[in-house]
């Protein structure tokens, strides 16, 4: 079920602001029952965690008792996650239920964050506002039973990058090979989801293969893909997930589903069998791409005006829509940093104006003191 969100204020922080939706933060297989894990999100960590039947959690990283981060040597008790510092036990439902005194526990509660599963995939909300989610995560593969492969990676880049890259058309020829890249479908929006239709006449030297891309996005954390190739029978589902973990930092997890489609002669385990082999080297294939752009976006900067030409694709159109998932800009700031280095770089250089004004000050007072 899609709900419309909020939207957010007319001037959305997109320059350096994180953005609010569903992030994967691991895959599935990374966190099996009795595990523990720390993972990155907008700046902080998470505490994953897998209780012995199976339920998935995610919480803050700091016990409320003393403090102790869970993620650094708490453990699974049966239903409970279990403090390293003095084993006060908290139920799946965050509540503390005991610690090692024998004494009543006290009422604390872990910071709850709300986490899903979909296609092998960890889903984490993360809202700027503690609101609760607004969408659900859309399930391609219900089942599990389909042939897919898996890849991750942490690179630089922007929280708008890869949605932004699978419309801006402009770029497909110079960085990817792309040949005769046509929009069939502009963007349309229905709240938190937009979708887009575009085709390639070929890709590098595989002139005139060509492939219709059906793309998805579901909040800027989230494309997904489905590439046609009529002449390879073959069908491939890239969900690409894009989940701003620092400044300037991003981490990508792409879960890649390929299905082939015989003749009516070809027996159904033929089929079956290609697809488990297409998917993996599809795979490859985007990764091969991802790594094509990931120099640009490592080292791009955000221009919130870009002078765009004919031929670019509808990138503004893409930002007015994911404008609704950034906080507004706060008031205090005059002008939005438009540079994940230079916001990081701004507080530091002022700690070291600060600093060498008061060694400024100290030795002028300590001079005065020796002349008099």
């Given at each position: 079920m899609i709900s419309d969100p909020p939207r957010a204020d007319a001037r959305a922080d997109m320059a350096e602001g994180y953005p609010n939706g569903w992030f994967v933060v691991a895959f599935s297989g990374d966190v099996r029952p009795g595990r523990v894990s720390t993972h990155r999100l907008a700046g902080?960590?998470?505490v994953l965690y897998r209780t012995e039947s199976g339920q998935l959690r995610a919480v803050g990283p700091h016990c409320p008792h003393l403090g102790a981060h869970l993620g650094h040597g708490g453990r699974v008790q049966g239903e409970d996650l279990v403090c390293p510092f003095h084993a006060f036990a908290f139920g799946p439902d965050g509540r503390c239920v005991r610690n090692a005194y024998g004494t009543a526990p006290p009422r604390a509660n872990l910071a709850r964050?709300?986490?899903?599963e979909a296609d092998g995939m960890i889903f984490a909300w993360r809202h700027?506002?503690?609101?609760?989610?607004t969408w659900d995560v859309p399930v391609f593969d219900p089942t599990g039973a389909a042939s897919r492969s898996q890849w991750a990676k942490t690179m630089g880049g922007h929280p708008l990058d890869i949605c932004e890259n699978s419309i801006d058309l402009g770029h497909f020829v110079p960085v990817h090979g792309g040949q005769n890249v046509t929009?069939?479908?502009p963007p349309v929006a229905d709240g938190p989801h937009l979708h887009a239709r575009i085709a390639f006449a070929g890709f590098y030297f595989l002139s005139g293969l060509h492939a219709e891309f059906d793309l998805h996005m579901y909040g800027v954390g989230y494309l997904a893909a489905e590439v046609t190739f009529p002449r390879l029978r073959l069908t491939v589902r890239e969900l690409v997930c894009w989940t701003p973990v620092d400044p300037g930092r991003q981490r990508l997890h792409k879960t890649t589903?390929?299905?082939f489609h015989g003749a009516k002669r070809v027996p159904p385990r033929l089929n079956r069998l290609v697809s488990a082999v297409a998917a993996p080297l599809a795979g490859l294939g985007s990764v091969l791409q991802i790594r094509d752009d990931q120099p640009i976006w490592a080292n791009r900067r955000y221009v919130a005006h870009p002078r765009l030409a004919q031929g670019d694709g509808p990138v503004m159109q893409y930002r007015r829509w994911a404008e609704q998932?950034?906080?507004?800009?706060?008031p205090w700031a005059s002008t939005p940093v438009t540079d994940f280095a230079a916001s990081q770089a701004a507080p530091a250089r002022q700690a070291a104006a600060t600093s060498e004004a008061a060694t400024t000050s100290e030795a002028a007072a300590v001079a005065e003191r020796v002349a008099s």
């Open positions: 902080e960590d998470i964050v709300p986490v899903t700027a506002g503690g609101d609760a989610p929009m069939l479908s589903y390929a299905r998932f950034f906080p507004p800009v706060r």
